[in-house]
């Protein structure tokens, strides 16, 4: 299967809920084909999030499905439309894996992002020169272009922090990845300043998860939580592996996630202390 064949998120999701309608309507697939004049394969990989859809095939299948509500099919547009654009992303689609591209549509397009970091700075605090570092124990360690490349596309992710409208972000950071030696002392130094430089914005809410908060419920590793659209309709989970990265979109796994983040969130430190324990490591280094 091609990338382009692999469903996104927004595409899974326009799928499941079209599904959710036929089904409301008692419509078998086969039924469903032929009330739209579809057939059956078409019907099945739309609702798969395998095809995407055009909005007058879409309006008319909301018709046929009884879906008048207008707030509820302006929401499947969006997503329709949004699951088929093309972003500055897909220009290094023979770099990044789908899951990667649907991940950074989903920064660009979020109005909020949650996460928690356990032993690393997360990549949209990162400086050049952490990322740098970071990346070059990876896979493009021995092709200095590429990962070059690597680099400028971590940079660019960060647009979101600081483009017209930005992002919201509310970040939490586990200690360790403070002392975590990373490039050495001087890029570590850098990292450091940075972090409160993107503590000080408006949007952005930094804490920090001390040692002495003892064992957690974030122990088990690091997550993201995305509010993406324009109300933040569409909110899912990011969980990074080593091998891959993985989405969770259930109402029950979105509820264990946000759970969790809240009760690091009331564990870490607020804001203001946070930034002064990496002054506090800054003056001691």
Do not use: C
């Not at 996104?8 to 079209?18: E, M, Q």
């Not at 394969?41 to 995407?52: A, C, M, T």
């Not at 990322?131 to 971590?154: C, H, Q, T, W, Y």
């Amino acid at each position: 299967m091609s990338k382009a064949e692999l469903p996104t998120v927004r595409s899974r999701r326009l799928g499941a809920k079209l599904r959710q309608l036929r089904e409301d309507q008692d419509l078998t697939t086969i039924a469903a084909a032929r009330l739209l004049n579809r057939s059956n394969s078409s019907i099945s990989k739309l609702e798969s999030g395998h095809r995407g859809v055009f909005r007058p095939a879409l309006e008319n299948m909301l018709d046929k499905y009884g879906l008048v509500d207008p707030a509820a099919r302006e929401d499947l547009f969006k997503l329709a439309r949004v699951a088929s654009q093309r972003g500055w992303w897909q220009d290094y689609d023979d770099m990044l894996s789908p899951e990667t591209m649907d991940l950074i549509s989903l920064e660009v397009d979020s109005i909020l992002i949650e996460f928690f970091e356990l032993a690393l700075i997360p990549g949209l605090l990162q400086t050049e020169s952490y990322a740098r570092s970071v990346l070059s124990i990876g896979p493009f360690a021995d092709n200095p272009r590429r990962l070059e490349k690597m680099v400028s596309i971590r940079m660019k992710r960060q647009d979101v922090l600081t483009k017209p409208n930005p992002t919201r972000l509310w970040a939490i950071l586990d200690e360790a990845a403070l002392w975590r030696m990373v490039g050495g002392p001087e890029i570590m130094r850098q990292q450091l300043r940075h972090l409160i430089e993107v503590a000080e914005l408006p949007h952005v809410e930094l804490q920090i998860l001390p040692y002495s908060a003892g064992e957690h419920r974030g122990l088990d590793g690091a997550f993201k939580i995305l509010h993406a659209g324009e109300r933040g309709e569409l909110k899912v989970v990011v969980v990074d592996s080593l091998t891959q990265m993985s989405y969770r979109e259930s109402e029950k796994e979105l509820q264990r996630y946000t759970e969790t983040f809240n009760h690091l969130r009331a564990s870490a430190l607020s804001n203001a202390s946070s930034q002064a324990m990496i002054q506090g490591l800054l003056s001691e280094s």
